[in-house]
């Protein structure tokens, strides 16, 4: 598959990009093209270095980015997603499954607390009211040091929602392409509320516990 990361210089991007990239062709978002590509030469060689297998990975403007992609992964903080997601919303292909992994949450004295965007559910919801492409959420519990060090071979259950069965389908196989991450079907994008959330909880459980990058496992 062709995936596209938007905002793929950042830290779950490069996690995402060093694992997919075994297997798939990756194309690295940004706002700035140069920052792309100098992204894209620098995690290609990192994989190359820690595996010896060459990737299929480039560097583009986030709307270049996009072009052509079998799914898109949207990859940037959760208070520029919308922008993001509108400045982009006629780039994407038709075919196109758009994912959120977006987390909207607060840092507050009690600690993360999980924050959708006014008037809206979730943000997934949210971001699927501007594109005419399904958009699944899946990633948020992900912990992206654990994804970008290939030493590890972590395995955790990746919980997704998403409204479009064949939508469901394309990015539960893009993570089976990950060794020892399991998708886990949630249902439709009513319920991105409950994913989303997630991440809240198991941060204030990695603080007040005094553990890290921790994710999730359904046994
Ligand atoms: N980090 C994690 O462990 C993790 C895990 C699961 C889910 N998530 C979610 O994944 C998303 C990305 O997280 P992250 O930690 O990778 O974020 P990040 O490193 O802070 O930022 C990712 C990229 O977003 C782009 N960006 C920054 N400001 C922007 C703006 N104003 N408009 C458009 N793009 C902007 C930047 O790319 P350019 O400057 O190159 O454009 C940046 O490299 C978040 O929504 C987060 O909730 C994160």
């Known amino acids: 598959m062709k995936i596209a990361v938007v905002g793929g210089t950042g830290d779950l991007g490069e996690g995402l990009i060093k694992r997919l990239c075994l297997n798939h062709q990756v194309v690295v978002g940004?706002?700035?093209?140069e920052k792309a590509q100098n992204i894209a030469s620098e995690l290609s060689a990192k994989v190359r270095e820690e595996t010896g297998i060459e990737p299929n990975v480039s560097g583009e403007a986030n709307p270049e980015a996009v072009k052509?992609?079998?799914?898109?992964?949207?990859?940037?903080?959760?208070?520029?997603?919308?922008?993001?997601?509108?400045?982009?919303?006629?780039?994407?292909p038709a075919g196109c499954v758009l994912v959120s992994?977006?987390?909207?949450?607060?840092?507050?004295?009690?600690?993360f607390l999980y924050s959708p965007p006014d008037g809206h559910h979730s943000m997934a919801e949210a971001i699927a009211e501007q594109v005419n492409v399904p958009v699944v959420a899946a990633f948020h519990t992900l912990p992206?040091?654990?994804?970008?060090?290939?030493?590890?071979?972590?395995?955790?259950?990746?919980?997704?929602?998403?409204?479009?069965?064949?939508?469901?389908?394309?990015?539960?196989?893009?993570?089976e392409s990950i060794p020892r991450l399991r998708p886990l079907y949630?249902?439709?994008?009513?319920?991105?509320?409950?994913?989303?959330?997630?991440t809240p909880l198991i941060l204030n459980v990695s603080a007040k516990n005094k553990l890290r990058n921790l994710s999730l496992k359904f046994v």
Do not use: C, H
């Open 30 to 33: 940004s706002r700035i093209k």
């Open 68 to 92: 052509g992609s079998d799914v898109a992964v949207l990859a940037v903080p959760s208070e520029y997603a919308l922008q993001t997601v509108i400045s982009l919303s006629s780039e994407f």
């Open 101 to 111: 992994p977006v987390v909207p949450m607060v840092k507050t004295e009690d600690g």
């Open 144 to 175: 992206a040091k654990k994804l970008a060090d290939l030493k590890l071979q972590p395995e955790f259950d990746v919980p997704l929602v998403g409204d479009s069965e064949e939508a469901v389908r394309r990015v539960s196989n893009l993570i």
């Open 186 to 198: 949630v249902g439709s994008l009513r319920t991105a509320q409950l994913v989303e959330s997630l």
